[in-house]
């Protein structure tokens, strides 16, 4: 079997988690929380170097392609702590000249003056959660920003970094095709190279789960649900931004490359409360996932030098699992080359025969599986046959 874990310039990413937000929207399940007493922010950025410094003495050197704030809400840290925690990356590994670095912000949050003191940082790309630009919907969501807002820190962003992204939510409570057709049209005028659009789902152990239990909440049913998504994929193309992942649309060349990363299943590290990591030690890779309570992590990770609450080496079979269960969100698919050097063993041509013939994938010519336009809204059912 070909070991394929540290292929020669594979691109290397870092997570960091910043798990604190304002407000707890009612449909996230993420690991994030609110401190309305305030938190020592200097103490946690020690313990972020700290973690950091930790990983790269377990790894080895590596440069660095992208990095990525998610949370919680990244836009709520002191520029000061954004530059710290990239300075002890670039100091434990090679940051390279043309890395992405992505921040997530709400436009809550946003203040021009903090905008450009990230930019000043270091960060390149922000991603901004708008998820509506109807007020009412987005009090529904629990949002802190109303429309105008979002539409103003859009106009911030797009003045100070280079690249920029927007998050919204669909498939929400009474929406028609109609209503969102208009909706995405007039955000789309904002967009520039790259937007998300999440269908609602309901998660459980949330506000909305509960509510959703007992009737009060009710989203729309399947039939609808499929038009909307159609609906997306038909005034995004015709915008010049097809999906390259399931839930995500770039102009070609402008794909957010962090996410790639997950996705095409390399190697990143997860830092900070609740992160996940897939780390390459030598033939093998590692599962990793650090503890979820944000004070919590900040004891271990001062008193033993990380948070890691989960460290398991995959085995060959759950790496190759993995890589065709995130490689078939994109549109480009997996190499089914790649998925048999990782396990030594090929897809069920059986499977992939007939799920060819009910069109939900295709084989190409340079020997990649990919899921088709239409047997995208079956994904989860698509890999589930595959993998079984």
């Not at 021009?112 to 003191?117: L, S, T, V």
């Not at 989960?310 to 079979?317: N, R, S």
């Not at 396990?343 to 190409?364: F, M, N, Q, S």
Request: with cysteine.
């Amino acid at each position: 079997m070909v070991n394929m874990t540290n292929r020669p310039n594979a691109p290397f990413a870092v997570y960091v988690h910043w798990p604190f937000c304002l407000s707890k929207c009612p449909y996230c399940d993420f690991n994030s929380h609110v401190r309305h007493g305030g938190i020592d922010e200097a103490r946690f950025v020690r313990a972020y170097e700290r973690e950091i410094a930790t990983t790269a003495e377990r790894i080895g050197a590596r440069t660095v392609s992208s990095v990525f704030f998610g949370g919680g809400t990244p836009s709520l840290m002191q520029p000061s702590s954004v530059q710290a925690i990239l300075d002890a990356i670039a100091k434990n590994w090679r940051l390279a000249p043309d890395a992405e670095i992505t921040l997530e912000a709400n436009p809550s949050s946003v203040e021009a003056a903090r905008f450009r003191g990230y930019r000043a940082a270091g960060v390149n790309r922000v991603s901004l959660g708008v998820q509506s630009l109807d007020d009412a919907v987005l009090k529904e969501l629990g949002r802190l920003h109303s429309a105008q807002d979002a539409i103003e820190a859009l106009a911030v962003a797009r003045s100070i970094f280079p690249r920029y992204s927007f998050d919204m939510i669909y498939a929400r409570p009474r929406q028609t095709l109609q209503a969102w057709a208009a909706e995405l049209k007039r955000a789309l005028g904002e967009a520039a190279d790259h937007v998300s659009l999440y269908q609602l789902t309901i998660e459980p152990d949330t506000p909305f789960s509960a509510l959703h239990a007992a009737g009060k909440l009710t989203i729309p049913n399947e039939d609808l649900g499929r038009d909307l998504y159609d609906l997306t994929q038909s005034i995004c193309a015709d915008a010049g931004l097809p999906a390259y992942e399931i839930s995500n649309h770039a102009r070609p060349g402008a794909e957010c490359r962090h996410n790639l990363i997950y996705w095409r299943g390399h190697e990143y590290a997860g830092i900070g409360p609740g992160a996940h990591g897939r780390l390459n030690i030598g033939p093998r890779r590692y599962a990793t996932e650090t503890e979820r309570r944000p004070e919590t992590w900040l004891m271990r990770v001062l008193a033993t030098g990380d948070g890691l609450t989960v460290d398991e080496a995959l085995t060959p079979g759950e790496r190759a699992d993995e890589y065709l269960l995130m490689g078939l969100r994109l549109a480009e698919g997996i190499e089914t080359a790649r998925y048999v050097a990782l396990c030594g063993r090929e897809i069920d041509p059986e499977r992939i025969a007939l799920l060819h013939k009910e069109g939900a994938v295709e084989t190409t010519s340079d020997g990649r599986l990919r899921v088709t336009q239409s047997g995208f809204p079956l994904l989860d059912a698509v890999v589930a046959d595959l993998a079984a």
